[in-house]
Protein backbone atom coordinates (compact mmCIF):
# COMPACT_ATOMS: atom_id res chain seq x y z
CA UNK A 1 0.00 0.00 0.00
CA UNK A 2 2.57 2.52 0.63
CA UNK A 3 4.89 1.37 -2.27
CA UNK A 4 1.58 2.68 -4.32
CA UNK A 5 1.37 6.04 -2.96
CA UNK A 6 5.15 6.76 -3.83
CA UNK A 7 4.42 5.61 -7.04
CA UNK A 8 1.48 7.82 -7.85
CA UNK A 9 3.07 10.85 -6.13
CA UNK A 10 6.21 10.14 -8.75
CA UNK A 11 4.28 9.41 -11.53
CA UNK A 12 2.20 12.95 -10.59
CA UNK A 13 5.61 14.29 -10.08
CA UNK A 14 7.11 13.43 -13.15
CA UNK A 15 3.96 14.71 -15.32
CA UNK A 16 4.55 18.11 -13.56
CA UNK A 17 8.25 17.91 -14.85
CA UNK A 18 7.11 18.17 -18.24
CA UNK A 19 4.50 20.65 -18.46
CA UNK A 20 7.18 22.76 -16.00
CA UNK A 21 9.48 23.93 -19.51
CA UNK A 22 5.74 25.21 -20.92
CA UNK A 23 4.78 26.98 -17.42
CA UNK A 24 8.45 28.23 -17.07
CA UNK A 25 8.50 29.86 -20.07
CA UNK A 26 5.21 31.22 -20.33
CA UNK A 27 5.85 33.23 -17.17
CA UNK A 28 9.13 34.10 -18.21
CA UNK A 29 7.72 36.17 -21.11
CA UNK A 30 4.57 37.31 -18.89
CA UNK A 31 7.56 38.86 -16.29
CA UNK A 32 8.61 41.39 -19.43
CA UNK A 33 11.73 39.54 -20.23
CA UNK A 34 12.67 39.20 -23.95
CA UNK A 35 10.15 41.39 -24.79
CA UNK A 36 9.91 42.59 -28.41
CA UNK A 37 10.48 46.39 -27.46
CA UNK A 38 13.25 48.06 -28.89
CA UNK A 39 14.54 51.36 -27.11
CA UNK A 40 17.53 53.68 -27.51
CA UNK A 41 19.63 55.06 -24.87
CA UNK A 42 22.68 57.43 -24.58
CA UNK A 43 26.20 56.08 -22.73
CA UNK A 44 26.45 57.94 -19.88
CA UNK A 45 29.92 56.85 -18.05
CA UNK A 46 32.39 54.14 -19.22
CA UNK A 47 35.06 53.13 -16.41
CA UNK A 48 36.65 49.70 -17.59
CA UNK A 49 34.13 47.43 -18.82
CA UNK A 50 31.35 48.67 -17.06
CA UNK A 51 29.14 51.04 -19.08
CA UNK A 52 26.15 53.21 -17.64
CA UNK A 53 23.35 53.89 -19.80
CA UNK A 54 20.89 56.48 -19.90
CA UNK A 55 17.30 56.03 -21.49
CA UNK A 56 14.17 57.80 -21.53
CA UNK A 57 11.17 57.21 -19.38
CA UNK A 58 9.38 54.09 -19.15
CA UNK A 59 11.86 53.20 -21.57
CA UNK A 60 14.13 50.73 -19.21
CA UNK A 61 15.66 47.82 -20.62
CA UNK A 62 14.83 44.26 -18.35
CA UNK A 63 17.89 43.24 -16.33
CA UNK A 64 19.77 40.53 -18.61
CA UNK A 65 18.72 42.07 -21.61
CA UNK A 66 21.44 42.28 -24.06
CA UNK A 67 21.98 45.75 -26.04
CA UNK A 68 23.98 46.67 -28.98
CA UNK A 69 26.52 49.93 -29.04
CA UNK A 70 25.70 51.80 -33.14
CA UNK A 71 27.92 54.36 -34.27
CA UNK A 72 31.24 52.12 -33.50
CA UNK A 73 33.32 50.06 -36.43
CA UNK A 74 32.19 46.94 -34.53
CA UNK A 75 29.90 44.91 -33.17
CA UNK A 76 29.86 45.47 -29.25
CA UNK A 77 26.95 43.74 -26.97
CA UNK A 78 26.53 44.99 -23.41
CA UNK A 79 24.41 42.91 -20.94
CA UNK A 80 22.06 44.72 -18.49
CA UNK A 81 23.69 43.77 -14.88
CA UNK A 82 21.80 46.45 -12.43
CA UNK A 83 18.61 48.97 -12.42
CA UNK A 84 20.80 52.44 -10.85
CA UNK A 85 17.56 54.57 -11.09
CA UNK A 86 16.81 57.58 -12.83
CA UNK A 87 16.42 55.77 -15.70
CA UNK A 88 20.06 54.57 -16.04
CA UNK A 89 20.92 51.22 -16.28
CA UNK A 90 24.27 49.31 -15.53
CA UNK A 91 25.74 47.15 -18.33
CA UNK A 92 28.93 44.70 -18.43
CA UNK A 93 30.82 45.07 -22.21
CA UNK A 94 31.10 41.56 -23.88
CA UNK A 95 34.15 43.00 -25.64
CA UNK A 96 36.55 45.82 -25.15
CA UNK A 97 35.04 49.39 -24.45
CA UNK A 98 37.89 51.54 -26.56
CA UNK A 99 36.07 54.24 -28.83
CA UNK A 100 33.13 54.57 -26.43
CA UNK A 101 32.06 57.92 -25.79
CA UNK A 102 29.52 59.73 -23.79
CA UNK A 103 26.55 60.37 -26.02
CA UNK A 104 26.87 57.57 -28.01
CA UNK A 105 23.72 55.87 -29.14
CA UNK A 106 23.01 52.17 -27.72
CA UNK A 107 19.66 50.28 -28.94
CA UNK A 108 17.72 47.61 -26.31
CA UNK A 109 17.74 44.14 -28.63
CA UNK A 110 14.80 43.15 -26.81
CA UNK A 111 16.18 39.90 -25.31
CA UNK A 112 18.97 38.55 -23.33
CA UNK A 113 21.83 37.33 -24.95
CA UNK A 114 21.38 33.76 -26.91
CA UNK A 115 24.08 31.55 -28.34
CA UNK A 116 22.99 28.92 -31.29
CA UNK A 117 22.26 25.47 -30.04
CA UNK A 118 22.49 22.24 -32.48
CA UNK A 119 25.19 19.75 -33.97
CA UNK A 120 28.02 22.65 -34.48
CA UNK A 121 27.96 22.85 -30.46
CA UNK A 122 28.51 19.02 -29.65
CA UNK A 123 31.79 18.06 -27.58
CA UNK A 124 32.27 22.07 -27.22
CA UNK A 125 32.46 24.22 -23.38
CA UNK A 126 30.74 27.53 -23.71
CA UNK A 127 31.68 29.75 -20.94
Not at 2 to 29: D, G, H, V
Not at 44 to 56: C, K, P
Not at 78 to 99: C, K, S, Y
Not at 106 to 125: Q, S
Amino acid sequence: MYALRNISRLSKSAAAIKTAPKAFNAAFLKAGYASEAKFAGQIRSVIGAVVDVQFDQGQLPSILNALEVKNLDRRLVLEVAQHLGENTVRTIAMDGTEGLVRGQPVEDTGAPITIPVGPECLGRIIN
